[in-house]
């Protein structure tokens, strides 16, 4: 089972109280709490934990990008991208990904996408997500069309990168009567392509169909397992196999010398499941952008919500899962051995965990859980 790093790139360098005023950190908290100052420090921190996560033996790094909130303040997954395609030397790069349905220009983001893949030496893996509702209040999108918009942006994309220009296009949202990039994957005929999903049955069999590794996110056992019964179906019905290669899972993680000090790190990941997911629904969920399957399957994937539960209850949930390298590891195994995957994600920085605590995670995953897990 191959582990990937992930951070969020978080700024939660601000009050909890003055957070706590607000109906949402997302879209709602005022961006005076925002600190360039402290942000242009953070962003040289992150990039450090993510080259030496790359340095430890982590099999990929992943990076992500959200709008308007403190919980992530990467705001460009491409650039992030191309920087560590530069700084990097062996991981997969993993953007999970670009949020294709609030994109304007998907000949410009095909064209970012391969020039990663090129400065990295071909390790682009390219995420392909939908995004959830606060991206599509930030970008003034139809929630309506978000399912449209993804397809079509997808399917302008592959044609970039897979057929010779110059050609025309004239779909349902998008129109360019000249598309021909000058800058194409390195990766033939083109990097690979995940799809992340907590909810919505109909990308799960869409992903099955086309053969991409897909990917829930900090979703119950028994969700992740019915999700990936959805991508079976597509796959069945294009007359695919399915391995442990086409299954991911992501989950936070953290280890450190003692059970005490990973125990303690691990309380840091409740701001993410908790202030961070806190807001009105429709920030989340606009009215129009689920269909209803899509509506009636999120109202089982989490009966209880993240930031209802307690910081036992997520780690005896395998939200969360810290312990020393030993322990870590044999946690880890146990989710391959549930859900019969071949990628696990480890969101493994989060809220105020230091850089010290991080960067001796980091070492230890690379010296003794990585190792363990070789022939898992």
């Not at 990097?88 to 970012?112: C, F, H, Y």
């Not at 799960?204 to 897909?214: K, N, Q």
Request: charged share 20%.
């Amino acid at each position: 089972m191959k582990l990937y790093y992930f951070s969020e790139m978080p700024h939660h360098e601000f009050p909890d109280e003055e957070g706590e005023k607000y109906p949402s950190l997302r879209l709602e908290l005022p961006n005076r709490f925002f600190s360039p100052q402290k942000a242009a420090a953070n962003y040289q921190r992150y990039l450090t934990e993510y080259e030496f996560a790359d340095q430890a033996g982590f099999d990929g790094l992943m990076i992500n990008e959200h709008h308007s909130t403190p919980s992530c303040v990467n705001v460009g997954v491409n650039m992030t991208a191309a920087i560590l395609a530069r700084t990097t030397k062996r991981g997969k790069l993993l953007l999970l990904g670009n949020i294709l349905p609030i994109e304007d220009n998907p000949v410009r983001t095909a064209e970012q996408i391969a020039m990663a893949d090129l400065i990295s030496g071909g390790r682009v893996l390219s995420g392909f997500v939908r995004g959830i509702g606060i991206e599509t209040w930030w970008a003034n999108t139809n929630p309506v069309h978000n399912r449209e918009r993804f397809e079509e942006c997808h399917d302008l994309i592959l044609k970039c990168w897979t057929e010779p220009g110059p050609f025309r296009w004239e779909g349902r949202h998008y129109h360019f009567r000249h598309v021909n990039p000058w800058c194409l994957p390195l990766q033939k005929p083109h990097p690979p392509i995940w799809i992340p999903g907590s909810a919505s049955p109909e990308t799960a069999v869409w992903a099955g169909r086309r053969g991409y590794t897909y990917v829930p996110f900090l979703v119950p056992f028994d969700i992740a397992r019915e999700l990936f019964d959805f991508y079976r179906q597509g796959a069945a019905e294009a007359g695919r196999a399915v391995t442990a290669d086409n299954l991911g899972f992501l989950i936070c993680a953290v280890t450190a010398d003692t059970k005490a000090k990973a125990v303690e790190a691990g309380r840091h990941f409740v701001w993410r499941m908790g202030p961070t997911l806190r807001g009105p629904a429709e920030y989340f969920a606009p009215v129009g952008m689920r269909s209803r399957a899509g509506a009636q399957f999120a109202l089982k994937t989490r009966p209880r919500s993240l930031a209802q539960m307690s910081y036992e209850e997520l780690l005896a949930g395998h939200f969360i899962i810290a312990g020393t390298p030993d322990e870590v590891a044999e946690r880890f195994a146990y989710v391959q051995r549930e859900l019969g995957v071949g990628h696990l994600l480890l969101e493994a920085q989060e809220s105020r965990m230091d850089h010290p605590t991080t960067m001796r995670s980091i070492e230890l995953m690379g010296a003794k859980v990585i190792p363990a897990l070789a022939t898992v």
